[in-house]
Nanobody
């Protein structure tokens, strides 16, 4: 079984910074694209940023120039550095990973989600 464990959320003032981390663990054969999504109250979940295992990145227009996604393939971990935070960045942030796990000798494709971590930007 695969688990994605997130950390790093919290309360920050506008203009501040936070760094989110998400580590994938379990019977993992390989990890593909990893990403961060967010969901604000009353809104749909949206992509914030993602990164391929080759390091190619993709960002939502609303966070370009402020957020940076990175990963450590050896640790199956993805990070999201969030700078110049705004109140509209307030949301629950979810980690996502597309990966291959091993179960009873078989390779299985997983599209897994973390439990979510709250980010609140407020003065």
């Amino acid at each position: 079984q695969v688990q994605l464990v997130e950390s790093g959320g919290g309360l920050v003032q506008p203009g501040g910074s936070l760094r989110l981390s998400c580590a994938a663990s379990g019977s993992i054969s390989s990890v593909g694209t990893m990403g961060w999504y967010r969901q604000a109250p009353g809104k749909q979940r949206e992509l914030v940023a993602d990164i391929t295992n080759g390091g190619r990145t993709n960002y939502a227009d609303s966070v370009k120039g402020r957020f940076a996604i990175s990963r450590d393939n050896a640790k199956n971990t993805v990070y999201l550095q969030m700078n110049s935070l705004k109140p509209e960045d307030t949301a629950v942030y979810y980690c996502n990973a597309k990966l291959i796990s091993l179960r009873n000798g078989e390779s299985i494709f997983n599209d897994d989600w973390g439990q979510g971590t709250q980010v609140t930007v407020s003065s």
